[in-house]
């Protein structure tokens, strides 16, 4: 039986998510710069949304973007990211979600390395679980 991750109510979402989790994706708020635990790591492995489970980017694409969240130059090959129009508190962004789920994972901008597509995916890393590679399922973390 697969979960329809878009139809899960919000008291669903509540207890499958930590709080912090549930206040980053489900109401779309952003983690604190420089707090994030995937900020600084540039270890070989994949990042999967941390609702759904959904392979979202890899290390290939992560780069020190000094910005003090995750930053990757582009999503994984054939991840499902859904990019949207946000004018919330009065500024014109992108906002990127989770294709299967929906759930709020942070901006797009322009301003990403030049000479790698420049864009500049800026992530949350509550909104991600990372899987370092050949490591196996890093298990069922809370
Ligand atoms: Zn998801």
């Not at 999503?75 to 499902?80: F, K, L, N, R, V």
């Amino acid at each position: 039986m697969t979960i329809d991750f878009k139809n899960l109510s919000a008291a669903e979402w509540r207890e499958k998510l930590s709080p912090e989790r549930f206040h980053i994706l489900r109401e779309k708020g952003t983690e604190r710069a420089f707090t994030g635990q995937y900020d600084k790591n540039y270890a070989a492995g994949e990042y999967t949304c941390a609702g759904c489970g959904e392979k979202l980017f890899t290390n290939d694409e992560k780069y020190n973007s000094g910005c003090g969240w995750p930053a990757f130059v582009a999503p994984a090959e054939g991840a499902a990211v859904d990019e949207h129009r946000d004018t919330s508190f009065g500024m014109v962004r992108t906002e990127v979600t989770c294709g299967n789920c929906g759930g709020h994972l942070g901006h797009v901008f322009p301003d990403g390395p030049r000479d790698r597509g420049g864009m500049r995916y800026c992530i949350n890393s509550a909104s991600l679980d990372f899987t370092p590679e050949g490591g196996g399922a890093a298990g069922a973390s809370e």
